[in-house]
C-alpha cells in the first residue's frame, strides 16, 4: 500500500477512536482495551459468518487482518493521551516537569504563570521560565494578576480539564483546584508531612539533614496537607549546597510528576493521608533578614547554614563594617578563639563560633565580584567581623 494512503488510514483510525472514547467515556487503558477486545471478537464473527455465508473456509489471513487491526488501534491508543492537562508554574524548577508531559504526547491544554515583571537595571519585561518553554512547544498559556477573576475562571471552565498539575506556583484558590475532573496535584519538594512551606531545600541543608527527597499529593484547605500519592528520597551529602540539591530534585521531578500523572490515567492511585509528627520541621519563605551568620552558633550550624543559601539568596556578614555574602566555609571541631574572633593568616580568614571555628575560603563584597579568600586577602586588610 501506498505510504500517503497507509497515513491517511491511520490519522482517519486515530480521529474516529478519539471520537469513540469520548463517546463511551473511556479514560484508561484498560478500559480501552477491554472494548478494543469485545471488538476483535465481534469482528471476527462477523468474518465467520461471512465466510460460512460464502461457502469459503476460513483463512489464517482472516485471523491475522483481525489481530493486525487489534494491535494497530490498541497501539493508536497508546500514542493518545488525551487527559485534558492544565500545567501551573513559574520558576526554573516547574519547566523540567511540563517538558516530561509534553515529551510524552501529553494534552497540556493550558499553561498557568506569573505576569510578565520588570527585570534588570533597565526594567524590561521579562518573562518566566516556564512561559518561555510553553512559548517553544506552542502551548496555550495564560496569566492572570488575580488567580479569583470571573473572566480567568470562567476561561478554565471552558477548557473541560481533567487534570491540573502545579509546581512552585502560588497558592490556589479552591474553585480552581476543585475544577478537574480527576483533582489537582502538586509536586513538593521535601518528603512531606515534613518541611511544609515555601523554601523545603533550603531549610532541608541549614538543618543538617541527610535526606530529603520528592513528593507528590492532591491539594486540600491547608497548604501541603493534602493526601499523598507518591514520594521519592534523595540523599543529600555533607558539600551539597542550595544550588547542587535543587538541581538534583528538579530534574527528578519531573519524572515523578510523569510517574504520577501515569497513576492518575491508570486509576492505579491510592492517596493516604499524611501522618500526623510531632516534631514536624516547617520551611517558612526565606527574607534576606534571615541570612545574617550568627557566629554564635557551632561551626557545623554556620557550616550548613552557608551551604543551605548558596548562591540564593546567599548567607552574609560584615567584613569591615561593608555588607559581606559569604559562599564557602570550612568547618573544625577545636578553636582556641572567642565567638567572632578572627586571624588572619596568608590564605586563611578564620573565624571563632560558638563550638569550633570556621575558615572563609569563598566570599563577595558588596558590589564586587565573587572572589576565593587569597586574592581578598592580597587586596584587603581585615580590621572587623560581625
Known amino acids: 500500500m501506498h505510504k500517503t494512503k497507509k497515513r491517511l488510514i491511520f490519522k482517519t483510525a486515530s480521529f474516529l477512536f478519539i471520537k469513540i472514547r ?77 517538558k516530561i508531559l509534553v515529551e510524552n504526547g501529553y494534552n497540556v491544554v493550558a499553561v498557568i504563570t506569573a505576569p510578565d515583571k520588570p527585570q534588570g537595571r533597565g526594567q524590561k519585561l521579562g518573562i518566566s521560565p516556564v512561559k518561555e518553554y510553553a512559548l517553544s512547544v506552542g502551548l496555550s498559556i495564560l496569566q492572570p494578576e488575580k488567580l479569583k477573576n470571573p473572566e480567568f475562571i470562567e476561561q478554565l471552565q471552558s477548557l473541560n480539564l481533567d487534570l491540573g498539575i502545579v509546581v512552585a506556583f502560588r497558592m490556589l484558590p479552591e474553585v480552581i483546584w476543585q475544577m478537574p475532573r480527576l483533582g489537582t496535584f502538586n509536586l513538593h519538594a521535601s518528603l512531606l508531612p515534613q518541611y511544609r512551606g515555601a523554601a523545603p531545600i533550603h531549610w532541608a541543608i541549614i538543618n543538617g539533614e541527610k535526606e530529603t527527597g520528592l513528593t507528590t499529593f492532591f491539594l486540600k484547605h491547608e497548604i501541603d496537607t493534602g493526601d499523598l500519592i507518591l514520594q521519592e528520597k534523595e540523599p543529600i551529602s555533607d558539600i551539597d549546597t542550595i544550588g547542587s540539591l535543587y538541581e538534583r530534585l528538579m530534574n527528578k521531578g519531573a519524572s515523578v510528576i510523569l510517574k504520577t500523572v501515569k497513576m492518575i490515567e491508570t486509576d492505579t492511585v491510592k492517596p493516604i493521608p499524611q501522618p500526623t509528627l510531632s516534631n514536624l520541621k516547617s520551611a517558612p519563605k526565606i527574607f534576606k533578614e534571615h541570612c545574617k551568620i550568627d557566629w554564635t552558633k557551632s561551626a557545623d550550624e554556620i557550616y550548613n547554614f552557608v551551604r543551605g543559601l548558596n548562591p540564593f539568596p546567599g548567607a552574609y556578614c560584615f567584613i569591615n563594617g561593608v555588607y559581606c555574602k559569604i559562599y564557602g566555609v570550612e568547618k573544625y571541631a577545636d578553636s582556641k578563639f572567642g565567638v567572632g574572633e578572627f586571624q588572619v593568616n596568608t590564605n586563611t580568614l578564620s573565624v571563632g563560633t560558638g563550638l569550633g571555628k570556621i575558615n572563609i575560603t569563598a566570599l563577595q563584597l558588596e558590589g564586587k565580584k565573587l572572589m576565593d579568600i587569597g586574592p581578598f586577602l592580597i587586596g584587603h586588610k581585615v580590621t572587623s567581623i560581625s
Open 22 to 98: 469520548v463517546i463511551l467515556k473511556i479514560h484508561t487503558e484498560f478500559q480501552f482495551f477491554i472494548f478494543l477486545l469485545a471488538s476483535f471478537f465481534v469482528s471476527l464473527k462477523h468474518i465467520i459468518r461471512h465466510q460460512l455465508f460464502l461457502n469459503k473456509a476460513f483463512q489464517k489471513k482472516d485471523l491475522y487482518l483481525a489481530i493486525n487491526t487489534l494491535i494497530g488501534y490498541f497501539w493508536t491508543f497508546k500514542a493518545m493521551k488525551n487527559l485534558r492537562i492544565v500545567y501551573m508554574g513559574t520558576p526554573e524548577f516547574a519547566v523540567p516537569g511540563l
